[in-house]
């Protein structure tokens, strides 16, 4: 038998963390003096104590550490789980690394912190009419793949010959990241197979390479420049993601194109 104190010390966990995990159920004591109230554990309880510690090492809640030390069932799929959701954060780490990379040198370049959003090329483009099949859903961000699978298993289906184009558009007057009026499109090739047409139209339009989370730079500088040169935004505006993570190219090779609709009042 061992004192709290003394599995404490082998385990390297705190008599603090112990009683909390008490409290909690995931490791109870093995026995408890009922005079006193000091707590023991045994030797055996070793093994459980060390497995905890590496599963909230792994980045794994104490819930979902009780959950997976009381079902067996679950542990090989948790883990592979909580892998991929590590091996995304390193993915994403890296992408914030390139583009702290660029600031740092925009800055040493320019001295100024702001002149990174001076990247982008704004001009005036006339579209053409786009037949296209969508889906508009209230939906976050995370949701897209969702239903971009929705509208290629209607391709398949349905044999529908498609243009290339792949599209969103934003029918919301606020960002909502969890919760937004969005709508997806594929452009089709033949117009009798379309749901709709998207019409042309005037757009102040460029080009954005990179992380969708650099986005906004793109957003703000059309914005900017709709205002200064006295156009007023007439409909939703749309992206059209030429290359993307889905053509297995390094992030900064991703490109979409923005379009605001616009006219001069």
């Known amino acids: 038998m061992l004192t709290i104190g003394q599995f404490s010390k082998t385990c390297m966990v705190t008599i603090k963390t112990l009683r909390h995990y008490d409290k909690t159920g995931l490791i109870h004591p ?27 090492y792994y980045g794994f809640s104490l819930t979902d550490i009780k959950d997976m030390l009381s079902d067996n069932s679950i542990l090989l ?9 590590l091996c995304e954060s390193i993915y994403d780490t890296n992408i914030v690394i390139k583009d702290l990379e660029q ?44 239903y971009y699978g929705i509208l290629y298993k ?10 290339g184009k792949c599209m969103a558009f934003y029918h919301d007057k606020e960002f909502d990241p969890d919760n937004s009026d969005i709508e997806l499109a594929l452009g089709v090739a033949e117009k009798t197979q379309s749901d709709k047409t998207i019409s042309g139209a005037l757009c102040a339009s460029t080009t954005h390479f990179g992380s969708y989370a650099k986005l906004p730079e793109a957003y703000g500088a059309i914005t900017r420049w709709i205002s200064d040169n006295g156009y007023e935004i007439t409909a939703p505006p749309y992206e059209i993601y030429v290359t993307s993570h889905f053509d297995k190219i390094p992030v900064e090779q991703w490109e979409t194109q923005i379009f605001f609709p616009v006219n001069r009042p």
Do not use: W
């Open 30 to 56: 093995c026995t408890v003096n009922e005079e006193n109230g000091y707590r023991f554990y045994s030797e055996e309880q070793i093994p459980k104590m060390l497995l905890i510690k590496k599963l909230k």
């Open 77 to 85: 799929s948790k883990l592979k789980k909580q892998k991929n959701v």
């Open 103 to 146: 600031h740092i040198q925009s800055l040493e370049r320019t001295g100024d912190i702001m002149s990174y959003q001076n990247n982008y090329e704004i001009k005036l483009t006339e579209t053409t009419d786009m037949p296209v099949i969508s889906v508009r859903q209230n939906m976050s961000i995370d949701d897209y793949g969702k």
């Open 154 to 163: 209607r391709v398949a289906d349905e044999n529908i010959v498609l243009d």
